[in-house]
């Protein structure tokens, strides 16, 4: 019969799922790691129907720190309106390019013109 850790072609093994001499990592060390390191998941979802696709969703996961975002350039955070306060001037713009349509669509196209110009 086996012992609980096995040697076999150098591997260590054993039956807890811990590697023999090694200590067991803790959750804070292994989420240190996956934020230092980064992990990233890529999935497809399709929906067919009798051979005709009708949906398909692309899904990509990447998991890292704020530093480590900053390092592969993805800032999307610091940029996004929505995110960083700026919902006011986003809630202007909106009023105005809805008044600027609302003009267009009523023939009051010089209205637009000089709204066009001092927006």
């Known amino acids: 019969m086996a012992s609980p850790a096995q040697s076999a072609g150098g591997i260590t093994s054993s039956y807890g799922g811990q590697s023999a001499g090694r200590e067991p990592a803790n959750l804070g060390d292994i989420l240190e790691r996956v934020l230092d390191k980064g992990v990233v998941v890529a999935g497809d979802i399709r929906v067919n129907l009798l051979d005709i696709e009708l949906l398909t969703i692309k899904l990509r996961l990447l998991i890292v720190s704020v530093e ?5 350039g ?3 955070w610091e940029r996004d309106p929505w ?23 009523e023939g009051d196209g010089q209205r637009a013109v ?3 110009g001092n927006g």
């Open 68 to 72: 480590t975002a900053k390092e592969l």
């Open 74 to 76: 993805i800032d999307w």
């Open 83 to 105: 995110l960083n306060g700026d919902q006011e001037r986003l809630a202007a713009e909106n009023r105005r390019l809805r008044d600027r349509i609302t003009a267009l669509e």
């Open 114 to 116: 000089e709204e066009r």
